[in-house]
């Protein structure tokens, strides 16, 4: 069984420039999640896919995009970079089925510098 | 808006000191609680999930219990290798999207 990747490993941009963080999930799981952590904070959440839809937004703004794929992979763009985005994020996959809470399983996480 | 809190902000024990992380939430309708191990510079590792008040989960030299209010991460005779950032993490019931709210975790260093 693949667990969930993520690409690249590391990246460094510079203020007002934009990225794209890549996520392939487990096998078997329909469902993508994307979590921001700052240096010593908990993970925050940025949205979810699901059947190629966004199905969920935590408190970030439109600046932050994504995409899923048929395959259930996915991307995590964001536009004009600014000091505050750089951070470590957060790939989740799950298998989501109605009435249970099914436990998210992450990637390694792509540690994002922006200067 | 859904809140955790986790207690202490960091631990230091000896190698075989049991002791208790603690997780304070407040949501309206608990769907799940989750426990993650996370390593320096790397993911959260899933430990557990618990569902409803009074249950209980092991595995190895740990056990987590939840209430209606906090759950508990018990580390009985911790060794060097369960340094790490444990993170507790709630998900309500009935919102959109699998959203976890996440608490500040425990950073917990076990020396030999």
């Known amino acids: 069984e693949t667990g969930v990747t993520q690409s690249p490993t590391h990246l460094i941009k510079t203020r007002g420039q934009q990225v794209t963080l890549r996520c392939s999930s487990q096998s078997g799981h329909n469902t993508v999640s994307w979590y921001q952590q700052a240096l010593g904070q908990g993970p925050q959440f940025i949205f979810q896919y699901y059947r190629e839809e966004e199905n969920g937004r935590g408190n970030f703004p439109p600046r932050f995009s994504g995409l899923q794929f048929p395959n259930y992979s996915s991307e995590l763009n964001v536009n004009a970079l600014e000091l505050d985005d750089s951070a470590l994020y957060l790939c989740?996959?799950?298998?989501?089925?109605?009435?249970?809470?099914?436990?998210?399983?992450f990637g390694p996480g792509t540690r994002l510098t922006v200067t | 808006e859904d809140q955790v809190t986790q207690s202490p902000e960091a631990l230091r024990l000896q190698e075989g000191e049991s002791s208790s992380l603690n997780c304070s939430y407040t949501?309206?309708?608990?769907?799940?609680l989750f426990w993650y191990r996370q390593d320096p510079g790397k993911g959260p590792e899933f430990l557990f999930t618990l569902y409803s008040a009074g249950e209980e989960k092991e595995k190895e030299r740990l056990k987590a219990t939840l209430t209606k209010k906090e759950s508990f991460l018990h580390i009985t005779a911790p060794k060097p290798e369960d340094s790490a950032t444990y993170l507790c993490?709630?998900?309500?019931?009935?919102?959109?999207?699998?959203?976890?709210?996440f608490g500040g975790g425990t950073r917990l260093m076990v020396k030999p």
């Open positions: 989740a996959s799950s298998q989501e089925r109605s009435g249970t809470a099914y436990e998210q399983y």
């Open positions: 993490a709630v998900r309500r019931r009935g919102n959109a999207g699998n959203m976890l709210t």
């Open positions: 949501v309206s309708g608990l769907r799940g």
